[in-house]
């Protein structure tokens, strides 16, 4: 009797190449659709094109090598409180 | 009279509460589960106005005041507490529903206080129900967290005591309305109802006791006791600018935190600082639409963070896990959890079409509005920080990443059905938001939720966001570690006392030991036990038998008196010649 086959799509490099392409052609995509529509700017500094796109990449960033940076001084061991 | 009638919503809880034991079987869960439906569906049918007056103590406290602020925390509380005891349906201990019952009954109580003394009753109420809450798990790291837990909260309530006190002395009203006034006594309520809200440094008892607490206690916890303080703060602090510097450090804190966090329940319990520091920011700016935007985030708040809870409970009862490093791999086998917990991880992160989008964004317009440049651009870093580290960290690690060889299977029906119904509102909420938007507090000019150039905006955050988190998934990977936080000074503050006071206190103890014990009264000692008799053995030469008799004799203390006399007058002569100018 043959077993009923798991689902495991994520695994496969193959899918995943497949998802990383989707993530880069939509976050083209979000930007160049603002080419057609008009975005509305907040300030005087937000108008131009893919100010949303380029704060989120870059805050992101900068919060990613924060966090790895405190992490050097902030992590320890899960035991540091029993000690 | 009929006014008289009504039943504060906190009743019918605390007062169910006292009945759980004594019901059998299912029935017991039934019966749970009626309770807050029920007490929803009083907050509905509940007039505006003061409702339930009681006369204590020479005060008149106002037990029911509803209006549409009260209510729609009214509601919110007593939804989710619904969905949350149909998800508890398998648990059995009595002890975990009757604190459970009783802390979201105290929440009641608090929202529909009209005056200071019930409010504080109730605060404190609250804390000591919920503390069985964390203590219920019954491991040595949940009963220390819930032992640090209870008295940062005591501390707190101490605070707001204090503050209730002076205010009352000060005005002499009971009356909990906007403390217009800005006193020392209401700073102190602040200081007080800000130690609830989690604003740092106060916040670590949250990411110190909510993920000790049992599956089921850390997801009541997440909701009730922050979301009070938002309540508290919306109804007594408006405007009040320093609030939006202390809504900006959350936002941001919460996500560093959560980057750095490898316990998934951890991750969310950061991300709860991290939301409230949007109502609060939204409290400071203190416009009708910045109210109206807190109260919807807390609203849909909530249910999405209760949607969060609920899977990342899921996961650990099926496991007993609830690390990142021990995660992974998990839409193989439990698919609705991760489809339900994605849902959850989108509507936090504001994606368009879930309940995120229509409540975040009203504080964020208000900031605009207000021309607040720098609290808007950071409640922007933040929206993107929020998908990072909800969005996709908590589903990420724990449903994808790597295989551990995990294959628990999906929990209880009820878990599910629960899990569902919230999703549901989560969409539901996205999609349409008018009901929610009907019931907001504050008289505001229509907001409309969908416009193209928002939605677009918002995906280019979002998309963006997610690719800076796969572009730098290397310096994300996870960690057996814990963060160090505020809680350190309390956690380690009593031992750091002990060691300065051993060190430090012993160190000048032995100094002075060896300079006056030892040093001083020593050579004091032989100053006058030993320079008598060399004085003597100086001034009167004699043979060796002789010097040896009298060295015999001034040990023993025994010298003839003539000899006495006679040092003491040549002491006496040395000591004017020494004097004599």
Known sequence: ?83 | MIANLYIPPAFILILGALLVPLIPGKAKNIFIIALPALAFWLISQLPHGELLGVHFFGHDLSLLRVDKLSKIFGYVFTLNATAVFIYAFYLKDSQQHMSALGYIGGALGVVFAGDLITLYFYWEWMAVCSTFLILARRTPKAYGAGFRYVMLHLFGGLVLLAGIVMHIHGTGSIGFEAFTERTLASYLILAGILVNAAAPPFHAWLSDAYPEATVTGGLILSAYTTKTSVYTLIRGYAGYEILIVVGCVMALYGIIYALLENDMRRILAYSIINQVGFMVCGVGIGTAMSLNGAAAHAFCHIIYKSLLWMSAGSVLYMTGKSKCTELGGLYKTMPLTMIFGTIGALAISSMPFTSGYTSKPLIIEAAVNQHLVWPWLILEIASAGVFLHAGIKFPYFVFFNVDRGLRPGEPHKTMLWSMGFMAFLCIFLGCYPAPLYAILPFEMEPHVAYTLSGVLKQFQLLMLSALAFFVFLKLLKRTDTIAIDTDIIWRKGGRWFYLCADKGLNFVNSVFNELLHKGASTALARYFSEGPLRLTLAVLPADDAKRAQISRYFRAGISPIGLSVAVAALYLFGFIILTLP
Not at chain 1, 16 to 34: D, F, N, P, S
């Open chain 1, 1 to 83: 009797m043959s077993q009923k086959k798991e689902f495991d799509w994520f695994d496969h490099d193959k899918n995943r190449k497949l998802l990383w392409k989707l993530l880069w052609g939509t976050c083209a995509l979000t930007v160049v659709a603002e080419v057609f529509v008009h975005v509305h700017p907040h300030f005087s500094f937000d108008g131009f094109l893919g100010f949303s796109a380029l704060l989120g990449f870059a805050s992101c960033s900068v919060l990613i090598l924060l966090a790895k940076l405190l992490g050097l001084v902030l992590k320890v061991g899960e035991d540091y409180y029993d000690r």
